[in-house]
C-alpha cells in the first residue's frame, strides 16, 4: 500500500448538493454531501483505505479533509471527482490557468488517510478572510 496517491481532480456538480447549499452551506446535510473525493477502486485500494474513510487531499495550493466515496462508473484510475465547494476550492490556485480549461477542471493533488474529521466550513471561511 502506498502512504500517498497522486490524482488529477475535476470539479463537478451535483443537484442535491446544490439543493443542501441553497437551504444552509453550515448545515451537516452540505457538508456531508460536499465535503468527498470520489475515487477509482484501485486508488483507494492502492491508498488501503475504505468508503467514508477521511483522507488528506493536498497540493501546492492547500488542503483539506473530505470523506473518501467509491465511484460506480467504469474504472478511471488516477482520476478523481469533488463537487464545486468551498472544500474543492481550497485546492484551486488564484493564478490563471494556461489554455482553455479552467484551474478547476484539472486539480493536481495527493492523497493520504486522514488522523482528524473533515474540515469544518468554519476553518474554511476562516482561511478565506486571511
Known amino acids: ?6 490524482v488529477t ?4 456538480r451535483d443537484i442535491f448538493q446544490d439543493e443542501a447549499g441553497r437551504k444552509s452551506r453550515f448545515s451537516d446535510e452540505y457538508k456531508n454531501l460536499s465535503a468527498l ?6 486508488d483507494l485500494a492502492q491508498l488501503g483505505a475504505k468508503d467514508g474513510q477521511k483522507l488528506l ?3 501546492d495550493v492547500g488542503s483539506v479533509i473530505v470523506a473518501a466515496r467509491t465511484s460506480e462508473d ?7 471527482f469533488m463537487y464545486n465547494s ?5 485546492l484551486v490556485s488564484d493564478d490563471v490557468c ?3 480549461i479552467p484551474g478547476n ?23 478565506m478572510q486571511s
Open 105 to 127: 477542471k484539472r486539480i493536481k493533488a495527493t492523497l493520504s488517510i486522514a488522523e482528524g474529521n473533515v474540515t469544518q466550513i468554519s476553518e474554511l471561511q476562516a482561511r
Open 1 to 6: 500500500m502506498a502512504s500517498e496517491v497522486a
Open 57 to 59: 487531499v493536498k497540493n
Open 86 to 90: 468551498p472544500w474543492s476550492n481550497q
Open 9 to 12: 481532480i475535476v470539479t463537478v
Open 98 to 100: 494556461d489554455g482553455s
Open 37 to 42: 473525493i470520489i475515487l477509482d477502486k484501485q
Open 74 to 80: 467504469d474504472a478511471h484510475p488516477g482520476l478523481a
